[in-house]
């Protein structure tokens, strides 16, 4: 398999987001999902661009119910799968557009506030089915 970029938030989800994938677990997992791309959006409108093949290679796979958690994932590579770790990680490029980290600052910045926009989701989600 190509090298991917991939950042792990699972340690920032707090005491609530478990209690809600314990207790709604398939609602969570499509909420869950709709952040995930909202990510991905704005990890796109980071990347840095020569091509446009790395910026064209993000994308969410899941979400994956699993026993005790869900699994939703933001992927780069594809394509640009030889240089996309070296650009996320070099922070000492010069990018015209984008930044070093894009993903990982997006997802870094976004995770105290996951919860909370998973659980208003579900919300919203009740408020019209």
Same mark, same amino acid.
């Not at 398939?26 to 980071?46: F, K, S, W, Y």
């Not at 780069?76 to 070093?100: K, T």
């Given at each position: 398999?190509?090298?991917?970029?991939?950042?792990?938030?699972? /340690?920032?989800?707090?005491?609530?987001?478990?209690?809600?994938?314990?207790?709604?677990?398939?609602?969570?997992?499509?909420?869950?999902?709709?952040?995930?791309?909202?990510?991905?959006?704005?990890?796109?409108?980071?990347?840095?661009?020569?091509?446009?093949?790395?910026?064209?290679?993000?994308? &969410?796979? $899941?979400?994956? &119910?699993?026993?005790?958690?869900?699994? &939703?994932?933001?992927?780069? $590579? $594809?394509?640009? %799968?030889?240089?996309?770790?070296? &650009?996320?990680?070099?922070?000492?490029?010069?990018?015209?557009?984008?930044?070093?980290?894009?993903?990982?600052?997006?997802?870094?910045? %976004?995770?105290?506030?996951?919860? /909370?926009?998973?659980?208003?989701?579900?919300?919203?989600?009740?408020?019209?089915?």
């Amino acid at each position: 398999m190509a090298d991917v970029l991939y950042f792990k938030v699972q /340690d920032t989800i707090t005491p609530a987001l478990r209690r809600l994938i314990a207790r709604i677990p398939e609602q969570v997992a499509d909420a869950l999902a709709v952040e995930a791309r909202i990510e991905t959006d704005e990890a796109r409108r980071r990347t840095p661009v020569d091509t446009g093949t790395l910026e064209a290679s993000g994308h &969410v796979e $899941g979400p994956v &119910v699993r026993q005790g958690g869900v699994e &939703v994932a933001i992927v780069f $590579g $594809g394509a640009a %799968s030889a240089y996309a770790i070296y &650009v996320h990680e070099n922070l000492e490029a010069f990018h015209p557009h984008g930044e070093a980290k894009f993903l990982e600052r997006t997802l870094t910045e %976004s995770a105290p506030y996951l919860a /909370d926009r998973v659980a208003r989701r579900i919300d919203l989600r009740r408020a019209v089915t």
